[in-house]
């Protein structure tokens, strides 16, 4: 599915170039990126952007600054996305795909709806509702396990919701809206810690008999369309060294 115009800022539309790189491994660790003047040559910006293109790598500790050496990339797992940030991903290129990652274990099954699904979704309690997970890795590993909780409805509209394959055109909420002429109007989202639990673990292909004693960070978010309706509930359950961060313009 074809992509929205890119309109983020020229610093950030470099500092995304150098992330996928990073991310993906094409730039390894202890590698020097261009200074900031050849920065600002090649891609024709001002100086001034070149360096804040360099801090923001910096803030998401993909890099960090040698003094009279110049910007050398760390090895360092990236961070979780929410289902917001996903959101914002696949409506801007039109994967949920983060730089470097990709997707993996696609399974999709109409269940009964556990409590706290339910009540996400509005729906009473055990009514079938179609769940779909799949793994996010990087090159360090998992980033995130990540469940979508989609009432049955929608199946009926979108049969390949309940199909244990990756989507073809669009994501799930993409999808949704598509087929209902009703778009995403707003979602809920929330972070925690949480205790790791069995079921935690094996999500997370973690060993058994080595399992970490840190939480797990667990996402959620609840997406609602413009008539009010819930469409969608996801869980994402950090990887093993994954934290979650965000980041915003502050206006003066």
């Not at 599915?1 to 950030?12: L, V």
């Not at 804040?52 to 090895?75: F, P, Q, S």
């Given at each position: ?8 800022a ?6 995304a ?28 910006v ?33 961070p ?13 290129t ?28 509005d729906?009473?309690?055990?009514s ?46 993409q999808?949704i ?12 989202d ?28 667990v996402?959620?978010a ?12 996801g ?18």
């Amino acid at each position: 599915m074809a992509g929205q115009a890119d309109n983020r800022a020229p610093y950030a539309k470099i500092a995304a170039h150098y992330m996928e790189l990073i991310t993906s491994g094409q730039l390894q660790p202890g590698t020097l990126l261009p200074s900031i003047k050849n920065l600002s040559e090649e891609w024709k910006v001002s100086t001034a952007t070149a360096e804040k293109a360099l801090r923001k790598l910096r803030n998401e500790g993909l890099v960090r600054g040698i003094h009279g050496i110049g910007t050398e990339v760390l090895d360092r797992p990236a961070p979780m996305s929410s289902g917001a940030q996903r959101q914002d991903r696949g409506r801007r290129t039109g994967s949920s795909w983060g730089a470097g990652e990709r997707s993996d274990s696609h399974q999709a099954a109409i269940v009964p709806a556990p409590p706290e699904v339910a009540h996400a979704l509005d729906i009473e309690p055990s009514s079938d509702v179609i769940r779909r997970s799949r793994v996010y890795r990087d090159r360090h590993g998992i980033v995130a396990h990540s469940t979508s909780w989609i009432p049955t409805r929608y199946g009926k509209l979108i049969p390949q919701l309940a199909a244990s394959e990756r989507l073809t055109g669009g994501t799930s909420l993409q999808l949704i809206a598509q087929a209902t002429g009703y778009p995403i109007s707003h979602r809920i989202d929330t972070a925690s810690a949480r205790l790791l639990t069995p079921e935690y673990a094996r999500l997370l292909e973690l060993d058994p008999d080595n399992l970490p004693a840190e939480p797990v960070v667990v996402m959620t978010a609840k997406f609602v369309d413009s008539e009010g309706t819930i469409v969608e509930y996801g869980v994402d359950l950090g990887g093993p060294s994954r934290t979650w961060r965000t980041e915003s313009e502050v206006s003066p």
